[in-house]
Nanobody
């Protein structure tokens, strides 16, 4: 049974940084693509970043140059480094794990962690 546990969210001022972590268990972590999504109040859940098992990364346009997704297969953990945060980044951030190594298929989700960007 796959379990994903996010941490690292919180309140930060505009221009600040946060690093989200997602600890995975119950599967061969290194074999699967991982992703971060976010959902703002009243909006749908949207992709933020994806990392394949090979380490290839993809980002939504609004976070390119500010966010970095990475993975540590030895720790079964995926990270999202978020720099220069803006109020529009406020959302619940969800970690996801795929059943594929090369693309994200939205199979498994964590419980989410709140990120609030406000002065």
């Amino acid at each position: 049974q796959v379990q994903l546990v996010e941490s690292g969210g919180g309140l930060v001022q505009p221009g600040g940084s946060l690093r989200l972590s997602c600890a995975a268990s119950g599967s061969t972590f290194s074999s699967f693509a991982m992703a971060w999504y976010r959902q703002a109040p009243g909006k749908q859940r949207d992709m933020v970043a994806v990392i394949t098992k090979a380490g290839t990364t993809f980002y939504t346009d609004s976070v390119k140059g500010r966010f970095t997704i990475s993975r540590d297969n030895a720790k079964n953990t995926v990270y999202l480094q978020m720099n220069n945060l803006q109020p529009e980044d406020t959302a619940v951030y969800y970690c996801g794990q795929s059943r594929s190594g090369s693309y994200f298929d939205s199979t498994y989700w964590g419980q989410g962690t709140q990120v609030t960007v406000s002065s």
